[in-house]
């Protein structure tokens, strides 16, 4: 089969890549990061409404401020890692419509959604976003820790008040340590996974 990307680029973005909980004693720079968001903000979304919004947690400060809402299993990892990446959503995403969309009533259309459908679109698309943004950060060497173990509420009253933007999940970044890696878990084959109708 032809491939669009070698075996090489398949491994680092999928087949060897792992969730990583150690982390070598290496920064990541802002370089890094804006390159991350360079690669993932071209991944599609609904009506190219692109609603994620990061905050990168780098400083021993900020990293103080996100560690009380971590679950117990969670903080060791995190308060280790180079960086966090805070995956977050805007619900009000439709006021930079008129930047994302060439549909001049985009805009309008977007705004008279339900807070429901807002919120469907909003967490869908920053999800997706999310997963965009791990293929991303592998792309240019980095490796993720992915996370759920933790407080939304938390995390969106003391990075977000006063504003519609909520907490989606978290992401460690760093470069890996592979020391006491646990075995990798298996997937679902095709046929348990997948039909072709
Ligand atoms: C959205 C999401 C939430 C996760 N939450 C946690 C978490 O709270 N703590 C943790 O240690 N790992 C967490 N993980 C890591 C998964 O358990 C891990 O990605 C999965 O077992 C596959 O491991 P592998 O990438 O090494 O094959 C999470 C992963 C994702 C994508």
């Keep these: 089969m032809n491939r669009a990307v070698n075996d090489d680029a398949l491994d680092v973005l999928f087949r060897k890549a792992r969730t990583h909980r ?6 990541v720079t802002k370089q890094v990061l804006m390159a991350v968001y360079d690669l993932m903000r071209w991944g599609p979304t609904t009506n190219n409404t692109t609603p994620a919004r990061i905050v990168f947690i780098v400083s021993p400060e900020a990293k103080e401020r996100l560690k009380p ?6 903080v060791e990892q995190t308060m280790k890692a180079p960086a966090t990446a805070i995956i977050a959503y805007d ?3 439709f006021e930079v419509m008129g930047k994302l969309s060439p ?3 985009a805009r309008e259309t977007w705004s008279k959604k339900t807070d429901a459908e807002l919120a469907e679109a909003a967490f869908r698309n920053s999800s997706l976003q999310g997963g965009y943004f791990m293929i991303a950060a592998r792309a240019v060497g980095l490796d993720c820790g992915p996370m759920s173990g933790f407080n939304n509420e938390g995390v969106d009253r003391e990075f977000f008040a006063g504003t519609k933007i909520k ?3 978290l992401c460690n970044l760093g470069y890996g340590d592979d020391e006491g890696m646990r ?3 298996g997937r679902l084959a095709f ?3 997948c039909r072709i109708l």
Aim: net charge neutral; no cysteine; aromatic share 12%.
């Design 22 to 27: 150690k982390w070598r004693a290496e920064p």
């Design 69 to 74: 809402h971590l679950n117990k299993g969670n």
């Design 91 to 93: 619900l009000a995403f």
């Design 103 to 105: 549909n001049p009533d």
């Design 167 to 169: 907490s989606n999940f």
């Design 183 to 185: 075995p990798r878990a």
């Design 191 to 193: 046929d348990e996974a």
